[in-house]
C-alpha cells in the first residue's frame, strides 16, 4: 500500500519543520538540545499535525538507541513489559527511546509502570499529547520529563508544506498537474493549522482532479468542497472545549462583541448549543451582573429561545444574547461577594444567627426590648440599625458597590437614608 503524502513529505531534518520556531529556530532551547545529541525525557504538547511526531522521529535519528513506538490509544501494559524485555539484550543493550502517542490514554498504573526504567536511564521515553498533560499526566512521571509546548501553525507556516505536496505528485503524475491561482493559500488556511489535514486534503484533490486538455487540474471549488470545515478544531470533552467557552467568556467580560460572536459561531458550528446557552446565564451573573441586573432575565429568555427552537435558528437569540452581554456596563461585585462569604462560611467564621432573627416570635421570647427583632417597613423610609451578620462576623464587609451607573445610583440612595453622606 502507498505511503500516504503526510508521510512521504515528512521532514528529515529540524530546518524542514514548519513553524515551531520558539522551539526549533538556531539558538532555541529544544533546538540546541536536539543539535548535541543528548537523552532526556520529554513531553510535546500541542494540537494535533503540528510537528510533534516529526520532532520524535528526527530526534529518534539522532541517538543510538533502538527506537520503539507506542500509541497509547491501542497499547497495553503487555507492549510495555515486552519493550522492557528487550532492554539488555543484544536488540538494545544501552536502553531504549520509547515514542509513546497520545500518552492521555494510558492509565495511572500503565504510566507508573514506565518509571522504574525512566528512573535508572534505560527507557528515554517521548510522549505526545493534544491534552494539557499537567491534568492527564501523573505527577511522578511529568518531574522526570520536560514540557514542551508546540503552537498551532498559521496559513504561513502550512502554505510550504502544501506546496512541496504538490510537487512530490507533479514528479509523480503520470499526466502534466496544474493548479488554480490561490489552491495552496486556501489550503493552508482552510485546515486549521494541521498540516497532516492540509496534505490529506491535496491528495484527495489529486486523486479526484480533472483532466482538461491532458492536464491534470486542481481547481479553488473543489479545494473548497474538500476542505469545508476542516478549521474546526473541537473535542467536547478535550482542552479545545473548555478553550473556546474560556475565550468566550473573556472576550465578553472584555466588551469585544466581535470576539464574542466569533467563539460563539466556533461553538455552534461544532453542533455544541447547550455548553454556550449555560456559559451566557454565567456570564450574565458573574461579569455584568448588578451593573445591568435585567441581562439575567434577558439572556434567560434568549437561552429558552434558543433551546425551544434548536439549531441553525437558535444561533439568532444566542448572537443577541452574546453582543447585548458584551457592550453591556461590568460587575462583578456580587460574584466578589457570594465568594468571600462562602470562604468565611467554609473555613469556620461564622455563627448562630442572631435571635432576632431566628424563626420564634423574638419579642416576647426575648429578655429585652433589645433582643426583639425590628421590622424596617414601619420605621421612616424602611431602615433601621440593626444586626444583622451572627456575632463573630459581625463587621464583616462582602459588598463593595461598583463603580457603574446602576450600583452607584443604590449607593447614594443608602448613603443617605443611612446617614453615611
Not at 473541537?234 to 472545549?241: A, I, S, V
Not at 461590568?330 to 448562630?352: F, L, P, Y
Not at 431602615?383 to 451578620?389: G, N, P, R, S, T
Amino acid at each position: 500500500m502507498e505511503q500516504p503524502l503526510a508521510d512521504r513529505i515528512r521532514p528529515q531534518t529540524l530546518d524542514e519543520v514548519v513553524g515551531q520556531r520558539h522551539l526549533l529556530a538556531p539558538g532555541a532551547l529544544l533546538r540546541r538540545f536536539i543539535d548535541g545529541g543528548s537523552n532526556a525525557n520529554m513531553i510535546f504538547y500541542g494540537p494535533s499535525g503540528v510537528g510533534k511526531t516529526t520532532v520524535a522521529n528526527i530526534i529518534a535519528q539522532r541517538t543510538k538507541r533502538p527506537l520503539y513506538r507506542l500509541n497509547a490509544t491501542n497499547a497495553s501494559t503487555q507492549d510495555i513489559r515486552d519493550i522492557m524485555a528487550d532492554i539488555g539484550t543484544i536488540v538494545a543493550p544501552n536502553g531504549v527511546l520509547l515514542y509513546l502517542d497520545e500518552i492521555q490514554y494510558f492509565n495511572k498504573r500503565q504510566q507508573q509502570s514506565l518509571l522504574e526504567f525512566m528512573e535508572n536511564g534505560k527507557i528515554t521515553l517521548i510522549a505526545s499529547t493534544t491534552e494539557n498533560p499537567y491534568f492527564c499526566v501523573f505527577n511522578a512521571l511529568l518531574s522526570r520529563s520536560t514540557v514542551f509546548e508546540f503552537k498551532a501553525l498559521t496559513a504561513a507556516d502550512v502554505s510550504p508544506a502544501v506546496e512541496r505536496g504538490l510537487a512530490i505528485l507533479a514528479g509523480e503524475s503520470h499526466l502534466p498537474l496544474r493548479w488554480e491561482e490561490g489552491v495552496v493559500d486556501y489550503i493552508a488556511s482552510a485546515c486549521g493549522g494541521d498540516v497532516r489535514k492540509a496534505l490529506n486534503a491535496l491528495e484527495f484533490l489529486y486523486e479526484a482532479a480533472e483532466v482538461r486538455d491532458g492536464t491534470l487540474t486542481i481547481t479553488l471549488s473543489d479545494a473548497y468542497s474538500a476542505t469545508q470545515r476542516s478549521a474546526m478544531r473541537y473535542d467536547r470533552e478535550g482542552d479545545n472545549h473548555y478553550d473556546l467557552l474560556s475565550a468566550l467568556q473573556k472576550s465578553i467580560r472584555g466588551s469585544d462583541p466581535d470576539a464574542a460572536v466569533h467563539y460563539l459561531a466556533k461553538l455552534l458550528v461544532a453542533g455544541d448549543l447547550l455548553s454556550p446557552c449555560r456559559r451566557l446565564l454565567v456570564i450574565a451573573a458573574e461579569d455584568i451582573g448588578l451593573a445591568y441586573p435585567m441581562a439575567i432575565p434577558i439572556v434567560k429568555a434568549c437561552v429558552d429561545s434558543a433551546l425551544q427552537i434548536g439549531l441553525p435558528e437558535a444561533r439568532l437569540p444566542l448572537a443577541d444574547a452574546a453582543i447585548l452581554l458584551a457592550t453591556a456596563p461590568k460587575s462583578n461585585t456580587g460574584h466578589n461577594a457570594i465568594i468571600a462569604a462562602m470562604q468565611d462560611v467554609e473555613s469556620g467564621r461564622t455563627g448562630d444567627v442572631p435571635r432576632h432573627l431566628q424563626n420564634v416570635h423574638a419579642d416576647s421570647a426575648g429578655s429585652g426590648p433589645h433582643e426583639g427583632y425590628k421590622y424596617p417597613h414601619v420605621f421612616p423610609r424602611r431602615w433601621v440599625v440593626q444586626q444583622y451578620l451572627p456575632d463573630a462576623v459581625k463587621d464583616a464587609v462582602y459588598y463593595e458597590y461598583g463603580d457603574n451607573k446602576t450600583e452607584q445610583a443604590a449607593k447614594r440612595y443608602w448613603d443617605e437614608i443611612k446617614g453615611l453622606e
